[in-house]
């Protein structure tokens, strides 16, 4: 993972490079968000399961503003543990999920301080599998998606010249997401 953050701030460090009299402005974002829907079990590398997602997630975006109106971010999200039932075994299985990649935003001025934005990016999530038996761990599992396109659109309100808070509705293969986050801009 971190290997791709460093590859997504590397390939952010060219593009500010390359925009000539545009300043970089970088920012920082925390996020909360309701994710809803299905990672259909031919998403999943290694298991013939498909898993109901429907909980909280909370996440941390870096991103830099490369024109006016494009920016790039890198992100981290970490989702509620959830359950559900092991069907083979008829158990109890607790699954734990983390989510990072990239995007390309696209802002832009409706009225005021207010402005619309849409997404484009690659996502990818970790997932950590759990059958529990009697309070034992009978079976353990790591899977993942691999990276694949997620987009969105919101609205956005700068509240400050450094401070915008942003609500955002985004789709990832099956599963719905509407989030909100707090920008920091340095």
């Known amino acids: 993972m971190k290997t791709q953050i460093l590859y997504g701030l590397s390939m952010m460090t060219v593009l500010a490079c390359s925009t000539g009299a545009h300043a970089l402005t970088t920012y920082m974002g925390l996020d909360i968000a309701h994710n809803d829907g299905t990672l259909k079990k031919d998403s999943l590398k290694k298991t013939n399961l498909e898993l109901e997602q429907s909980g909280m997630s909370y996440g941390l975006t870096l991103g830099a503003a490369v024109t006016d109106h494009i920016a790039v971010e890198v992100f981290y999200s970490k ?23 990239a995007s390309v935003n696209f802002r832009h001025d409706i009225v005021g301080d207010i402005y619309g934005v849409a997404t484009l990016g690659m996502k990818r999530l970790d997932t950590k599998k759990v059958v529990y038996k009697d309070d034992f761990v009978m079976l353990k599992h790591d899977d993942n998606t691999s990276f694949k396109p997620f987009f969105g659109a919101g609205i956005g309100v700068k509240t400050t010249d450094r401070i915008n808070l942003e609500a955002k509705y985004s789709r990832f293969e099956d599963m719905n997401t509407i989030s909100g986050t707090f920008i920091y801009r340095f």
């Open 79 to 101: 989702y509620e543990d959830g359950t559900g039932t092991f069907d083979v075994l008829g158990e109890e299985l607790e699954v734990k999920q983390q989510g990072y990649g």
